[in-house]
């Protein structure tokens, strides 16, 4: 596991007045089972975290960083990655 990342069992909970706060939305996919798959920058009270979940739920995968442009290079990464598997269906955000 890369030393930024956090497991899924650690729940990250970057809060602002008690709420998260999401600062974009980079990409959505519908699993084959239909789930559907999310990824969004959220603000970590002086960084920036990448979360991936399904819907509402908590991440199951959420990394640091402390520049933007490094949080959405991640993201990028991770939505090749889900590309590359090829049965993941992508939506529009």
Known sequence: MHPDAIPHTTRTTPQRGGVAMLIENRWRFASPSGRILTCGIYDAAGAFEVRVSYRDEDPFYARRSFELDTARSTARELRLTI?????FTELPL
Do not use: L
């Not at 590309?83 to 049965?87: D, I, L, M």
């Open 83 to 87: 590309v590359a598997k090829g049965s």
